[in-house]
C-alpha cells in the first residue's frame, strides 16, 4: 500500500479546500429530517453541483470531475473538515448510482445520473419489509407484468429519506414459482419508481427525536414502466448484491466524516471535560485510534480495489467497524456533555441518534458477523 500522494493529487484537494471555504455555510443547515431542512440540503446539492463537487468520481459527462478512489477518499477527508452539510443524496449517489454504473443501460445512466447529482431527484431505499429486512430474499412484495411495465403492490419500511425523497429503488418478486420451491433468491426484479406516482402512500416514522428520518411504503398495483427495470427481469438479487457491497464498504462511511468527528471529539474534551477523569479520556483516545486505524484499513481496500480486486465480503468488517465505532463515538460525547447532552438541539445529539440505528440498517451486524465467519474466516454455519 502506497499512501504518497502526487503534484496532481495535491493540488486536487488544496482545490476541494479552497472551495469547501468559500461555499460551506458559515451556520449549519436545519435537520435534513425535517421539511425545511431538506429543501436546505438539496439546495446545497445544487451549489456542490455547480462546483463539480458533487460526485468527483463520476465521469465528467454525469457531473463528475473522474477521480479515482484516492482523490474520492481526499475529497471526503476535506469536505468533513470543513463541516460541510451531511449528504440528503447520499442514498442515490453512494448506492443506486454504483449500481447503475456497473448493471444499468445508457439511456438509464443519461437520465436518471445528471438530476441525482444536482440534487434534482432526492432517492429513497426501499429494500426492508415488515418480514423481510437482514433476512431480504424472504421478500413478498411483488411486481406484475402489465402492458408497457409493471405493477408494484406490497409494503416497504424503514425506507430513509421516503418522508420527503422525489423516487425509490427495491427488489420486488416477479416470479413466485422459485420462492415455492425453497429458491427465495430468484424471481427477483430490481426497479426504480415515483414516490408520488398514483397507488403509493408514504407514511413518515419518527425516530426518538420525532423527526420522520424513515418511512412506510404501501404500494397499491403502482405502474413502473419497463425503462426503470435496472438490468434483466429475475435478476434482481445479483444486482442488489452489488448495491450492498458498496453500502457497507467504502462508500457509504468513508473515513473522513469520522476523522473529523473525532477531532470535533478531541476539542470537546479539551473544552469541557475533567483533566482527572482518565476513563473519558482514554475513550477519546481509543475515538481518535479508531478513526486513524478504519482510515488505514480503508486505504489498503482501496488500493486492492485499484488493482483490479474486489471488496467483496470484506465490506462486512467495514460495517461492523463503522457502525460500533460511531455509535461509540457520540456516547462518549454525550457523556462529555453531561446530563443535558441528548436533550440539547446539537450535532452531537443529531448525530447520535442517527448512529443508534447504524448495527441496524445496511444488513445488521448479526448477519454480518455470519458472513465474516463463514465467507472470511470459514466456519461452519451457525444454526439460526
Known amino acids: 500500500m502506497d499512501l504518497t500522494s502526487s503534484p496532481g493529487d495535491d493540488a486536487f484537494r488544496a482545490e476541494a479546500r479552497a472551495w469547501l471555504r468559500a461555499h460551506v455555510p458559515a451556520r449549519p443547515l436545519p435537520s435534513l429530517e425535517t421539511a425545511e431542512g431538506f429543501a436546505a440540503h438539496r439546495a446545497w446539492e445544487a451549489e456542490l453541483a455547480a462546483g463539480r463537487w458533487s460526485v468527483v468520481s463520476w465521469p465528467e459527462r454525469y457531473g463528475g470531475r473522474d477521480a479515482d478512489i484516492f ?6 477527508e476535506e469536505y468533513y473538515a470543513a463541516g460541510a452539510p451531511g449528504r440528503v443524496s447520499q442514498n442515490g449517489i453512494s448506492l443506486l448510482a454504483p449500481t447503475l454504473f456497473e448493471h444499468a443501460t445508457e439511456e438509464q445512466r443519461a437520465r436518471v445520473l445528471p438530476s441525482m447529482a444536482r440534487g434534482g431527484t432526492i432517492w429513497a431505499q426501499a429494500w426492508s419489509e415488515p418480514e423481510a429486512g437482514s433476512d431480504l430474499a424472504s421478500l413478498t412484495s411483488r411486481a406484475v407484468r402489465t402492458d408497457g411495465g409493471w405493477l408494484l403492490s406490497g409494503q416497504k419500511t424503514w425506507s430513509s429519506r421516503a418522508a420527503f425523497a422525489d423516487r425509490a429503488f427495491g427488489i420486488f418478486r416477479t416470479d413466485p414459482a422459485p420462492a415455492a420451491e425453497g429458491r427465495p433468491h430468484r424471481g427477483l426484479t430490481y426497479l426504480m419508481f415515483d414516490l408520488r406516482a398514483p397507488g403509493v402512500t408514504v407514511r413518515p416514522i419518527g425516530r426518538l427525536d420525532g423527526r420522520p428520518a424513515f418511512a412506510e411504503l404501501f404500494l397499491d398495483e403502482v405502474f413502473v414502466p419497463d425503462e426503470d427495470v435496472i438490468g434483466e427481469p429475475g435478476q434482481g438479487w ?8 458498496n453500502e457497507r464498504g467504502l462508500t457509504l462511511r468513508s473515513p473522513g466524516r469520522f476523522l473529523a468527528a473525532a477531532d470535533r471529539l478531541v476539542r470537546l474534551w479539551r473544552e469541557t471535560a475533567d483533566p482527572a477523569d482518565t ?5 477519546v483516545a481509543d475515538a481518535v485510534i479508531g478513526a486513524r486505524a478504519y482510515q488505514l484499513f480503508t486505504a489498503a481496500g482501496a488500493s486492492r480495489f485499484a488493482a483490479g480486486g474486489e471488496i467483496g465480503a470484506e465490506s462486512s468488517l467495514n460495517k461492523v467497524f463503522w457502525s460500533t465505532y460511531d455509535l461509540a463515538l457520540h456516547e462518549t ?20 441518534v442517527f448512529s443508534l440505528a447504524g448495527p441496524i440498517y445496511a444488513g445488521t451486524n448479526e448477519i454480518q458477523r455470519d458472513i465474516i465467519a463463514e465467507r472470511l474466516l470459514g466456519l461452519p454455519k451457525g444454526r439460526r
Open 333 to 352: 460525547a454525550l457523556d462529555l456533555l453531561g446530563a443535558d447532552g441528548e436533550l440539547a438541539d446539537t450535532e452531537w445529539a443529531e448525530g447520535h
Open 279 to 283: 476513563a473519558l479520556r482514554d475513550r
Open 71 to 76: 482523490r474520492w477518499l481526499a475529497f471526503e
Open 238 to 245: 445479483r444486482i442488489a448484491m452489488s448495491t450492498t457491497g
